[in-house]
């Protein structure tokens, strides 16, 4: 009788994404209890649990009193911010655990605290799992895509109900178990990664689209709407045609030409580009759409800049270059230049994914990754189904741009996507997103580099030595001395 009173799970951390994840949970069958220590967070979330359906959700008011509300062996999820909070989350719940209950940390943590506390769990007989949570809000309430790593018996013990709550496609819930570690938390981090770069390659395209062709935000909210009906369709896009038809409040015009350009961050992409350097991939895209937000932060600094080259004598190409420009091709370009953009992106996502997995033995599945964002993540889109294939086909892919659908795809885009490039250049817009895209394609694409001549001044001036093309070993040369003589 008294285990038929407990609840099936817990969540401790009832900001929005937690009350909606655990709403989520009730609605789907599940009791399970809440806890915050800020108590009138647990009212808050009793009161939704009543109005949306009176769904079987109950409120504890302690760490003991929550722990022992939940049926053995315990699943408990936090969902509180990243670093030292987890950590005394944990202290104050795990004195109430018994060994083979289970912890789930659903925050955006660094891979390697997961690691610790697995490590950590481990010596006190409890099981840890470090889980990516991508939705957003709207996400967490009605199916995210979840990313859980580290103990697998963790995972098996909440299998049946992380596959009712995640979204649902044709293929699927979107969740799977990813692996040892912190390999849960990594994948997350790199899927944030990649919606960087998507994020700043959907804004140059508006860029472009608006200061080159002179496109209004009515036609804009067009044209998004049209590509989320062909192979641009995802999340993104669709809510960037919602974006340009929201009117101001406080004057005339759309809102999104009110907003100051400073966006802001919470960290993910700048260990993604960390891990980038520290495994030696190359990941400019994602690298440009970092150095775009800490530019953007600089505004007193680039309207001063603004200022003194005018008087210096720079022209102002933006605003009008839309004269003379045939705007049917320019959008077309634009769609292609933004596709083959997103697909480099996309590559090197998941290139770092396979370098760290490589590193530390994780094994992870790529086309199941790309499955599971199909549904319920930011960077959910059409084309991911795509990309599962492609792994389907060739598990050791060494990357989309050499899969041969995807390599098809942007050979015949890379004419619209060099128009594009090239006019933003000559109009003085910056595109880094692209730019970084497609130097990337043609660096990955060319069999000879000029690295030669930089493996040469590097034998020069250090001594590194240099391999040869035609015969094997490592050689020297005293460039100076045989410069000066042959003189």
Request: aromatic share 8%; glycine share 10%.
């Amino acid at each position: 009788m008294e285990s038929a009173a407990l609840s099936r799970i817990g969540l401790a951390g009832l900001a929005v994404m937690g009350q909606n994840l655990a709403l989520n949970i009730a609605e789907k069958g599940f009791p399970i209890s809440v806890y915050n220590r800020t108590t009138s967070k647990v009212d808050e979330t009793l009161d939704r649990a009543a109005v949306e359906g009176n769904l079987p959700v109950s409120g504890q008011y302690s760490p003991r009193d929550f722990v022992l509300s939940i049926q053995r062996p315990r699943s408990l999820i936090i969902l509180v911010k990243a670093g030292a909070p987890v950590d005394q989350t944990i202290d104050a719940f795990s004195e109430y655990m018994e060994p083979g209950d289970c912890i789930i940390d659903g925050g955006n943590e660094w891979y390697q605290n997961t690691e610790r506390r697995i490590s950590e769990a481990e010596q006190k007989g409890l099981l840890y799992l470090g889980m990516g949570v991508s939705g957003g809000e709207e996400g967490a309430r009605n199916g995210p895509s979840l990313m859980p790593g580290g103990s697998f018996q963790a995972y098996d013990n909440i299998k049946d109900i992380l596959g009712k709550v995640a979204a649902q496609v044709e293929d699927g819930p979107c969740v799977t178990y990813i692996g040892e570690g912190g390999s849960g938390n990594f994948v997350k981090m790199v899927h944030n990664g990649i919606e960087y770069g998507d994020m700043q390659l959907i804004s140059e395209a508006y860029d472009v689209l608006k200061n080159v062709g002179g496109l209004s935000n009515e036609e804009l909210a067009e044209i998004f709407t049209e590509w989320n009906r062909g192979e641009l369709e995802s999340f993104l896009v669709e809510i960037t045609s919602d974006i340009f038809r929201v009117k101001d409040d406080f004057g005339d015009g759309e809102l999104v030409d009110k907003i100051l350009d400073k966006t802001g961050m919470k960290g993910t992409g700048k260990w993604t580009v960390q891990q980038a350097a520290e495994l030696s991939v190359a990941a400019p895209t994602i690298a440009a759409s970092l150095d775009c937000r800490y530019l953007s932060g600089l505004k007193d600094e680039r309207e001063n800049a603004a200022k003194v080259l005018r008087e210096a004598g720079m022209k102002e190409e933006i605003g009008t270059a839309s004269s003379g420009i045939d705007k049917k091709r320019l959008v077309d370009d634009v769609r292609q230049a933004l596709y083959a953009s997103k697909i480099c992106s996309y590559a090197q996502g998941m290139n770092l994914l396979r370098a760290k997995s490589s590193e530390k033995g994780w094994n992870l599945n790529f086309g199941e990754l790309a499955r599971i964002w199909k549904g319920g993540c930011i960077i959910r889109a059409v084309f991911l189904d795509r990309i599962k294939k492609a792994y389907q086909r060739n598990p050791d892919l060494a990357s989309l741009v050499v899969d041969p659908e995807f390599a098809k795809e942007m050979v015949q885009r890379q004419a619209a996507w060099r128009r594009v490039v090239g006019l933003a250049v000559s109009a003085g817009i910056s595109t880094p997103g692209m730019c970084a895209s497609l130097a990337y394609f043609d660096t990955y694409r060319r069999a000879r580099l000029p690295a030669n001549l930089v493996q040469a001044q590097r034998d020069l001036f250090g001594a590194h030595t240099y391999e040869r093309t035609d015969r094997p070993g490592a050689y020297h040369t005293e460039w100076t001395k045989l410069a000066r003589k042959n003189n």
